[in-house]
C-alpha cells in the first residue's frame, strides 16, 4: 500500500522525540485532570453499580476502539483518517469536529482554573480575571512546538491530581459534608431522563483522549510502542476512575459536588485544588498543544516551514496558540457550569472520536 501523505513536514525527526513512556504519562495527564473530578457525581446521579458498570464498559470499548485506532497508518489526525477512508469531505468535516471539540475542552480548564482560584483567593476578585490569567498561563506553556517539553510537564501533572484527589477523599472520609449519610446502589426517584444523559455524557468526556492518540503516535520514535503508552493509560484511567468516584460519591452523598474537590470542607478544598494547579494548567496545555500542532501541519504540510525558526514558522504558531486560546476562553465565560460544559462535549462530540469513527474504520 501506498503511503498517502509521504513526503509529508509531519515526518521529519524532529518532532519523533516521544517514548512509549513519555506517550504514556503524556495520556495519563491528559485524561486523568477534569473527568475524574466529575465522575462522584455522576455515581450520584447513577447509582453504584450502574455508575460503575458504565465506566468499565467504557473503559473497555475504549480501551478497543485506541487499540484500533493505532492500526491505522500515516495519520496526523482524525482529518487524515476520514481522507484515507471516506475522502475529501470527511477530512474537512473530522477536522473542524476535532478543533471544535479540542477548544471546548481548553474552556473547560479556563473554567476550572477560576474555580480553582476563587477557591483559594475566597473569590478576592472577578471571576472574568481569573479566566484570563489562566488563558494567560496556557498560552505561555504552549510555545514550545514539540511534544517533548509538554511530556516534561505531564510528570508533575500526573502526581498533582493523584495527590489532590487523594487529599479530598481522605478529608470527605474524616469531614463529611451535611447529608453525606444519602446514597443508593440504583438510581434514585430524581434521577430524570435529562440527569442520566448528562452523566452518561461526563463519563464519556473522561474517556475522550483518543482525540489526542493520531498526534502523539506521529511523535512517539518508534510508533509500534503505542499500545504499551494505551495499556498504561487505560490500566490508571478505569482504577482511578472507579475508586475516586465511589469513594466520594460514599462520603459525600448524593449532593456531591461536581468538580468532586468542591465537597470536601473548606480547608481541605484549599489544599486539594493548590496541589491541583498543575494539572488544571498542563492538561489543557496538551490539548491546546495537539489542537495548534493540527491546524498548523495542515497550513505547512508538504514544506519544510515546520522545521525552520524562522518568522513565519514561529510566528504562525504562536498566532494560532492565542487564537484557539482566545476563543477557548470566550466559551469558558458562556458557559460557566462545569458540570453542563462537560455534559456539551461528551453528547456533541465524545462519542465520534472515542466510538463511532474508529468503530467506521
Given amino acids: 500500500m501506498v503511503n498517502p501523505f509521504e513526503n509529508d513536514a509531519n515526518g521529519e525527526t524532529e518532532y519523533r522525540t516521544l517514548t512509549w513512556l513519555n506517550a504514556g504519562f503524556l495520556l495519563v495527564a491528559e485524561t486523568i485532570s477534569l473527568g475524574i473530578l466529575s465522575l462522584p457525581a455522576v455515581v450520584a446521579s447513577m447509582g453504584f453499580v450502574p455508575g460503575v458498570i458504565l465506566i468499565i464498559f467504557f473503559g473497555v470499548l475504549t480501551t478497543y476502539t485506541g487499540y484500533v485506532t493505532d492500526r491505522i497508518p500515516w495519520n496526523h489526525n482524525f482529518a487524515d483518517a476520514g481522507l484515507f477512508f471516506f475522502g475529501r469531505w470527511a477530512k474537512e468535516v473530522s477536522e473542524a469536529a476535532q478543533i471544535i471539540l479540542l477548544v471546548f475542552i481548553m474552556s473547560a480548564h479556563i473554567l476550572t482554573f477560576s474555580i480553582m482560584m476563587n477557591v483559594l483567593t475566597n473569590h478576592g476578585t472577578c471571576t472574568i480575571v481569573f479566566t484570563v490569567v489562566g488563558m494567560v498561563v496556557s498560552m505561555i506553556l504552549c510555545i514550545p512546538r514539540t511534544m517533548k517539553n509538554v511530556a516534561l510537564m505531564s510528570i508533575a501533572s ?10 479530598a477523599m481522605i478529608g470527605i472520609g474524616v469531614d463529611p459534608p451535611a447529608g453525606a449519610h444519602a446514597y443508593a446502589v440504583t438510581p434514585s426517584s430524581q434521577t430524570s431522563f435529562r440527569t442520566g444523559v448528562v452523566a452518561v455524557a461526563n463519563i464519556l468526556v473522561s474517556f475522550c483522549s483518543n482525540i489526542a492518540y ?40 448524593t449532593d456531591v459536588k461536581s468538580p468532586a474537590i468542591g465537597s470536601a470542607s473548606p480547608i481541605i478544598r484549599k489544599v486539594a485544588y493548590g496541589i491541583a494547579i498543575p494539572t488544571i494548567v498542563v492538561a489543557g496545555v496538551i490539548y491546546a498543544h495537539v489542537a495548534t500542532k493540527n491546524v498548523y501541519v495542515r497550513i505547512w504540510r508538504k ?7 524562522s518568522f513565519r514558522s514561529l510566528g504562525s504558531w504562536y498566532g494560532l496558540t492565542i487564537l484557539l486560546w482566545v476563543v477557548a476562553w470566550v466559551i ?30
Avoid at 500526573?158 to 487529599?167: K, N
Avoid at 514544506?303 to 525558526?309: A, G, L, P, Q, S
Fill in 158 to 167: 500526573c502526581l498533582s491530581i493523584a495527590t489532590a484527589i487523594f487529599i
Fill in 214 to 253: 493520531f498526534g502523539f503516535i506521529s511523535e512517539m520514535r518508534q510508533p509500534r510502542d503505542f499500545p504499551k503508552a494505551l495499556a498504561m493509560l487505560q490500566t490508571c484511567t478505569c482504577s482511578l476512575y472507579i475508586v475516586v468516584a465511589v469513594v466520594i460519591y460514599r462520603f459525600a452523598g
Fill in 303 to 309: 514544506t519544510n516551514v515546520m522545521n525552520e525558526k
Fill in 332 to 361: 469558558a465565560n458562556a458557559i460557566p457550569v462545569f458540570s453542563q460544559l462537560l455534559g456539551l462535549l461528551g453528547s456533541l462530540f465524545c462519542t465520534w472520536f472515542s466510538m463511532i469513527l474508529p468503530a467506521a474504520w
